[in-house]
């Protein structure tokens, strides 16, 4: 099946007894029974199919584990409670028998720098931040930190750079080191890391994923190589996304491929639109000819299909600025997270990278004039008023 038909029949229809739900349902029971006890014996050893207890499995959750799966085309899936715990659990997982030193690149999500950094780094795991978009100085570190583990995300939070994944994923399987992929800002739909080399790939299933508003979740997909291992850590620390985040999920991936498509549409009209306007000082977005990896999205993203994420700085505009800016806005969301058919916009200084050093996030160009959109599915048109009214203040 295509893309645009996996996204909708992917993992539903399980037979269920004597009849089959067109839809999965929610399955709300905490442990499972059998007619005999040999066959609960085969399930809770894994030689049989079929759930046991919840924090192991469930039939809503393996629905969507299984859409997930076949949408990253990997071995294996693990829905989580949250996008970090997703993350997480992969980092435990790449480096439960491999050397305790990660490389990561150096502009990602706050939190996750906050992981590595106050979580791991206690913990003994070392982390050296690099550029993957300097493929010359990321493999130099890489060589020099000989990590278990290499940390990347396909199009970096908030400055939307995008590093060579297939290459990276090279360096990574000459160092003998994991690489894990945030996929969350691309989706599946403009990119599938696996398929370029990547050991495992997380998303936070909160964004594009389930795409309402509505689900705290996040997903792991791994190759065969890495999969039992995290399948094993997962039954046994019990990460678990709820039956419930998983049925809205899969009813959420069911749209995706329109979602997306969409998104990507108005987002181009409104970084075109922000490009000309006499009160933002510098655009970032994927889709712009002068974007500094424009050869590397040509090469890997799918024609006319950009992304959703917009970026943008104020003309001489400061933190009391863009408050009084984003305090005008009439239709689009204050709103602290990002993929939702809702256009949403955020101020990374005190959300995503709020515990990132204000002098270190000098450094990585995210200044205090720096706003973060995420489009939606609206009218352009309508977008792109809001803004105008909004920036005219």
Known sequence: ????????????????????????????????????????????????????????????????????????????????????????????????????????????????????????????????????????????????????????????????????????????????????VDNTFATPVLMQPLELGAHMVVHSATKYLAGHGDVMGGVIVA???????LNSLSRTIGPIMSPFESYLTMRGIKTLALRVERQCSNASKVASWLATHPGVERVHFTGDPAHPDAATIARLFPKNLYGAMVAFELKGAGRDEVFRMMESLRMIVRGTSLGDVHTMMLY????????????????????????????????????????DQALAR
């Open 348 to 387: 990374p200084p005190i959300s995503s990278h709020r515990d990132v050093a204000p002098k270190h996030r000098e450094r990585l160009g995210i200044r205090d004039n720096l706003v973060r959109l995420s489009i939606g599915i609206e009218a352009a048109e309508d977008i792109i008023a809001d803004l």
């Open 223 to 229: 190759d065969q190589r890495n999969f039992e291992v």
């Open 1 to 180: 099946m295509k893309f645009e038909s996996k996204v909708v029949h992917a993992g539903d229809r399980q037979k269920a007894g004597d009849f089959i739900p067109s839809t999965t349902p929610i399955y709300t029971a905490s442990t499972y029974i059998y007619d005999s006890m040999a066959q609960l014996d085969r399930v809770f050893g894994r030689e049989e199919l079929g759930p046991s207890y919840a924090r192991y499995d469930n039939p809503t959750t393996t629905a969507l584990e299984t859409l997930i799966c076949q949408l990253e085309n990997g071995a294996g899936a693990l829905a989580c409670s949250s996008g970090m715990a997703a993350l997480h659990l992969a980092i435990l997982g790449a480096l439960i028998d491999r050397p305790k030193r990660m490389v990561a690149a150096n502009i990602i999500y706050g939190a996750s720098m906050k992981l590595l950094m106050n979580v791991f780094g206690p913990m003994g795991v070392e982390t050296e931040f690099a550029d993957p978009c300097d493929l010359a100085a990321f493999e130099t570190a890489v060589r020099q930190t000989k990590p278990g583990a290499i940390l990347v995300e396909t199009v970096a939070n908030p400055l939307l750079r995008v590093c060579e994944i297939d290459r990276i994923a090279a360096i990574a399987e000459s160092a003998n080191a994991v690489l894990i």
